[in-house]
C-alpha cells in the first residue's frame, strides 16, 4: 500500500499543503520585523556614507535629526508630495522611460547648512544586483564616502565592497575632471596599487573581484549621470 | 539497530521492558563520536563548503553553526517521527523539504532579528539545505530510528560542525583582523602584530582546517582507507 502510486501522490500533495502553510504563516508574522530591520538597515546604510556609526547608536534618532531628504526628477527639479523613503530604487533602476524615473536625495545637516548630498546608487555586479548609496561633500565634487551592498557576490571576492576598508578608499576623491566633465570615481583592476598611481579620480581594486569593481564603476557612473541636472543646479546655486 | 537484549522465554515473561536511560552508553555515542571519531567535517569531509566560507569572523560562524543545530536536529526529530509513513520511492524529496523548510524558517527568523549577520552570512544559510551532513544524516540514521536517537545523533553532528567551525574561525578573525568577536585582542594588549590577509581569504580556512585534521589524526590514528 506504501509503495502505490496514489498513497505516493497523496503523501505529497499533504505535504505541500502542511508545509506551504507553516511557511506562509511564519512569513506572515515575521514580515513587520523584517520591515523594521530593513528600513533600519536602508537608514544605517545612509548615515554611514557621512559618519562612522558605533555599536548602540539610537540609528532611527541620529537619522530623524540629521538627514533631510527631497525627490527630484531626471532634470534635477523637485518632485512636491513624494517622500524619499516611498522611493524604491530597484523599481527606478527598472523604469525604462528616463522622463518617468524619479531620484532620492538625502541631505546631511549640520547648523542648517548641507553638509552632504547622499545619492542612491543602484547597478549589477557579477552574480547579482548591488546598489548603495555615495555622499558628496557641499561643493558637490568631491566624494565624502560610500556604502555599497549586494545580493550575491563572492564572500571574500566581489562581497568585499561591503567592508569598510574598501568603502573608505574612495574618500576624498573627485568625481569631475578639471574641466567640469564628469568623469566618476572608478576602481582599477588588481590589487596594491600605489596612490601615487591612482590620482584623484581612481580607487585601487579588489584581487580576483575585477568584474563585481567593473560593476560598481558603472553603477557610479552611471547614477551620477543620472543624477548631474541636479548636480548642475545645485552647484550653480 | 537492534534493542531486544531479552529475549522472551517462559520462565521470564515479559512484564514491561524497563525502557533505556535517556543518556545510556550507547546514546552517549551518539553525542560523543561526531566530535572526535566520526566528525563530520575532519573525518567524513563534508560541509567544507561552509566551513570555508562563513569562518572569516566569530560571530556569524556562531550563527552559522546554531543554525546548522537547529536543522540537524528539527529535521532528524521530523523525519524520524514520519519515518514509517514515508514512501520509499520518494524519501530524498521529502527529507529535502523538510530541510529546506527549516532553512526557510531560520532565514526568515534572522532577516528579521538578526538582520547584519544575515547579510554577513547571504547565501549560505539557504545553501544549508545543500549541506551534506544535514542529509547525510536523515537518510543514514533518522530514516531508520527512533526520534529521540535522532534528535541525539543530530545534536552530536551539529556539534561535531560547530566545534570545528568556530576553531577555524578562532584562528582566522584573530589573525586576520586581529579580534574576537568584533573586539580588537591585540590592540587592548598593546600588542603591534600585523593582520594577516591571508586569514580572511579561503585560502587561510583551508589552512587552519588542513592543520586541525593532521592534529587530530596524528592524535586517533585515523588513516584514510
Known sequence: ?237 | MSDNTNPVTEQNPPVKKASEPLFSKRRKKFISDPMNDDNPITVQVLGICSALAVTSQLKPTLVMAIAVTFVIVFSNLITSLIRNLIPNRIRIIVQLAIIATFVILVDQVLRAYLFDVSKLLSVFVGLIITNCIVMGRLEAFAMGNKPWDSVLDGMGSSLGYAWVILAVAFFRELFGSGSLFGYKVFEEMGLAIPNNGLMVTSVGAFIILGLIIWVQRAKTGYVEH
Open chain 1, 1 to 237: 500500500m506504501q509503495q502505490s502510486n496514489s498513497y505516493i501522490i497523496t503523501f505529497a500533495i499533504a505535504m505541500t499543503v502542511i508545509v506551504g502553510g507553516l511557511l506562509a504563516g511564519a512569513n506572515q508574522i515575521l514580515k513587520p520585523a523584517q520591515q523594521k530591520a530593513l528600513k533600519l538597515d536602508k537608514q544605517k546604510a545612509i548615515l554611514g556614507t557621512v559618519i562612522t556609526l558605533k555599536e548602540g547608536d539610537n540609528v532611527n534618532d541620529l537619522f530623524t535629526k540629521n538627514i533631510k531628504s527631497e525627490v527630484v526628477d531626471y532634470q534635477g527639479n523637485v518632485v512636491e508630495g513624494v517622500k524619499a523613503s516611498s522611493v524604491v530604487t530597484r523599481k527606478q533602476y527598472k523604469q525604462k522611460d528616463k522622463t518617468k524615473k524619479l531620484f532620492p536625495v538625502y541631505k546631511y545637516e549640520q547648523n542648517g547648512k548641507v553638509d552632504a548630498y547622499i545619492l542612491p546608487i543602484y547597478g549589477n555586479g557579477l552574480w547579482n544586483e548591488i546598489w548603495g548609496y555615495i555622499a558628496l561633500q557641499g561643493d558637490l565634487k568631491t566624494v565624502k564616502g560610500v556604502v555599497f551592498d549586494h545580493a550575491g557576490e563572492t564572500p571574500g571576492l566581489g562581497a568585499r565592497i561591503t567592508e569598510g576598508a574598501i568603502q573608505k578608499r574612495y574618500q576624498n576623491k573627485l568625481i569631475f575632471d578639471q574641466d567640469g566633465k564628469l568623469v566618476s570615481v572608478t576602481m582599477v583592476k588588481g590589487e596594491g596599487n600605489p596612490e601615487s598611481a591612482l590620482g584623484k579620480y581612481k580607487v585601487d581594486g579588489m584581487s580576483g573581484a575585477t568584474l563585481t569593481a567593473n560593476g560598481v564603476n558603472a553603477m557610479l557612473y552611471n547614477y551620477l549621470d543620472l543624477y548631474l541636472p541636479y548636480i548642475k543646479k545645485q552647484q550653480n546655486k
